[in-house]
T-cell receptor, first 115, second 112 residues
Framework: AQSVTQLGSHVSVSEGALVLLRCNYS??????LFWYVQYPNQGLQLLLK??????LVKGINGFEAEFKKSETSFHLTKPSAHMSDAAEYFC?????????????FGTGTRLTVIP | KAGVTQTPRYLIKTRGQQVTLSCSPI?????VSWYQQTPGQGLQFLFE???????NKGNFPGRFSGRQFSNSRSEMNVSTLELGDSALYLC???????????FGPGTRLTVL
């Protein structure tokens, strides 16, 4: 069975500082991993995805994530936080190669950016 | 290309009533999935439809049902509403399995 753990329900960073949001996964087969962002009163927007190609994945808005199989991690980073990055971020997993298409989400991390 | 649309955006119902939510996927997308988002349980998968067939179902009671039409539009129905059904219901569409899922803005259901 697959699952996702996001460490830290709230993260605060200063504007211009490094953003690091942690995600660890559990999957019995090679996973497909995703990061989504949700702004207040909106749906989810895909930031980036990993589907067994390059382990360092670049996404939109300057975000990137690295798939580390040995650590079962898929942490999200951004070198310099911007005020507009304040939102809730969700890591999600699909079991790869099973034909399943249902996303299993972590509990989310709310990012606050301090001016 | 137009994104995923969901109607209505907001809904208020009372316990015991039933409700139908609608989702129109991105043109060309044949897979539609539904998710429930609550503060307590987070984001949970309800079901997925592909070419009018339910392909996968989450762990929800039978009061939650759905269907997909030949044009890929999907509806979900909740019967005998309970207070705990108050949530944001999100619909997502994708081209194929394990492709990125594109989410609509959601329908916020409040059960009084």
């Amino acid at each position: 069975a697959q699952s996702v753990t996001q460490l830290g329900s709230h993260v605060s960073v200063s504007e211009g500082a490094l953003v690091l949001l942690r995600c660890n996964y559990s999957s019995s087969v090679p996973p497909y991993l995703f990061w989504y962002v949700q702004y207040p009163n909106q749906g989810l927007q895909l930031l980036l995805k990993y589907t067994s190609a390059a382990t360092l994945v670049k996404g939109i808005n300057g975000f990137e994530a690295e798939f580390k199989k040995s650590e079962t991690s898929f942490h999200l980073t951004k070198p310099s936080a911007h005020m507009s990055d304040a939102a809730e971020y969700f890591c999600a997993v699909i079991e790869g190669q099973t034909g399943a298409n249902n996303l299993f989400f972590g509990t989310g991390t709310r990012l606050t950016v301090i001016p | 290309k137009a994104g995923v649309t969901q109607t209505p955006r907001y809904l208020i119902k009372t316990r015991g009533q039933q409700v139908t939510l609608s989702c129109s996927p991105i043109s060309g997308h044949r897979s539609v999935s539904w998710y429930q988002q609550t503060p307590g349980q987070g984001l949970q998968f309800l079901f997925e439809y592909f070419s009018e067939t339910q392909r996968n179902k989450g762990n929800f009671p039978g009061r939650f049902s759905g269907r997909q039409f030949s044009n890929s539009r999907s509806e979900m129905n909740v019967s005998t509403l309970e207070l705990g059904d108050s949530a944001l219901y999100l619909c997502a569409s994708s081209l194929a399995v394990a492709n990125e899922q594109f989410f609509g803005p959601g329908t916020r259901l409040t059960v009084l």
